[in-house]
């Protein structure tokens, strides 16, 4: 079902290609200014964006090993995530039930976990096995006081979890199928090979650069080249959107002789995976995934964004990941020139201009900005995001619903 989907996408871009055409958004949309300056809706973004919805919050092959966990703030959120026993992921309020202390930091590798304060211990899957000195300290019911947990949900080599302990909202019709597109990818098998983490502008605004191919060829001139294609067909599933560029043919990478392909001449059985995912696929409301050949290897950056304490400031970690492990020097040295290569163009261009772009928007003199007809992506992202802003927790439920019911139809 899903190659069948990526080859009819594949097909729609090949023809768009062919006619030297693009699918247009039905108008020119203004957002209001104040939408990437107001303090009031920044905070209310946090809450109702953020602390709501379902989050991708790791790269499975971050925690591969049972034992393995890793600590994350999200918007105020201490997560904590497990890799259990089975296999399975745990996500979990990474707050001591004694007195609230944080039981892990960073990432490691631990089935018990003991709270650095008064050194009760809990097992990773969050269940409270020790209260240190229990008699000194009187009767409490052990199982009354385990981990908090989140609503977690592992898919095509990815993890979300929900951060709030009553959603009742399902992660799988949140994503509306676009998971089983994205597991054409095979993250499950693929290997974490670096991070980072970059200090970025207002969310909204490092966010629409990722939805934007009208850019590319200006703003990266000097990096991606004045000649990159700066077009974009946009298939949504629900608010989640990946973009591509409407062409006939690909580059076919294998390592010094890159060769181009003609998709039009070749049958859909023909058309190999790395085609058929191509382009920029982002998942509402913070993350960007892009496939990058360094060396000839291949690999994907993921960047995941957060929105940062004020309403001008967001972090991204950068997860850039690889099919096959590189092993010899060589090719470890090119996974790390890419991968480098990708933290100048995302810092030194993007977030450089999306600081500056805030900064003057805060004067407070500009009533509107616009978003062109071939710039759907980010028109359809602010919709969804002042969809979901206002939407009650029974309306939130209701309305990925109805996404996934369209989404199987
Ligand atoms: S806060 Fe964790 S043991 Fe006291
Ligand atoms: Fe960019």
């Known amino acids: 079902m899903s190659r069948e989907q990526l080859v009819e996408m594949t097909r729609s871009l090949v023809a768009h290609g062919a006619a030297d055409t693009m699918e247009y958004a039905d108008e020119v949309v203004r957002i209001p200014a104040s939408a990437y300056t107001d303090d009031a809706l920044f905070d209310l973004e946090k809450r109702q964006i953020f602390r709501r919805l379902p989050l991708m919050v790791?790269?499975?092959?971050?925690?591969p090993e049972p034992g393995d966990y890793k600590a994350m703030d999200i918007c105020g959120v201490p997560l904590l995530l497990t890799r259990l026993k089975d296999g399975s992921v745990g996500a979990f309020l990474n707050m001591?039930?004694?007195r609230g202390n944080p039981l892990a930091e960073g990432t490691g590798n631990a089935t018990r976990l003991m709270c650095g304060y008064h050194g009760w211990t809990y097992k990773n899957d969050g269940t409270l096995i020790g209260v240190a000195d229990p008699k000194d300290f009187g009767a409490i019911d052990k199982a009354a006081h385990c981990l908090t947990r989140f609503p977690v949900y592992e898919s095509a080599g990815l993890i979300w979890a929900t951060l709030d302990p009553k959603s009742e909202l399902d992660i799988a019709d949140y994503l509306c199928g676009y998971d089983g597109l994205l597991d054409a990818f095979g993250f499950e098998n693929w290997h974490l090979f670096s991070q980072r983490t970059l200090a970025g502008p207002n969310w909204k605004t490092a966010y629409d650069g990722y939805l934007d191919f009208y850019h590319l060829p200006i703003l990266h001139k000097d990096t991606f080249g004045a000649d990159f294609y700066n077009r974009a067909n946009y298939f949504a599933f629900g608010p989640h959107q990946r973009l591509s560029t409407p062409s006939k043919f690909a580059i076919k990478v294998s390592g010094d002789d890159d060769q181009q392909m003609d998709l039009e001449a070749m049958s859909d059985d023909?058309?190999?995976y790395e085609v058929l995912v191509q382009g920029v696929w982002t998942i509402f409301p913070?993350?960007?995934?892009?496939?990058?050949?360094?060396?000839g290897l291949r690999g994907a950056m993921i960047s995941q964004l957060f929105p940062g304490n004020r309403v001008g400031e967001s972090y991204t970690t950068?997860?850039?990941v690889m099919a096959e492990k590189p092993e010899d020097e060589d090719s470890i040295k090119a996974a790390h020139e890419q991968f480098d290569f990708l933290e100048i163009v995302v810092r030194d261009e993007d977030y450089k201009t999306g600081k500056r772009q805030h900064e003057a928007?805060?004067?407070g003199l500009l009533d509107e900005v616009l978003f062109g007809r071939n710039e759907r992506g980010g028109q359809v992202f602010h919709?969804?995001?002042e969809k979901l802003t206002n939407a009650s927790n029974a309306e939130l439920k209701d309305i990925f619903a109805r996404e996934m019911?369209?989404?199987?139809?």
């Open 286 to 295: 913070h993350i960007s995934i892009a496939s990058f050949y360094g060396g």
């Open 361 to 363: 928007l805060q004067s």
């Open 405 to 409: 019911a369209q989404a199987a139809e």
């Open 58 to 63: 790791a790269p499975s092959c971050e925690l």
């Open 270 to 272: 023909e058309l190999p």
């Open 96 to 98: 001591c039930k004694h």
């Open 318 to 320: 950068q997860y850039y």
């Open 383 to 385: 919709q969804w995001v």
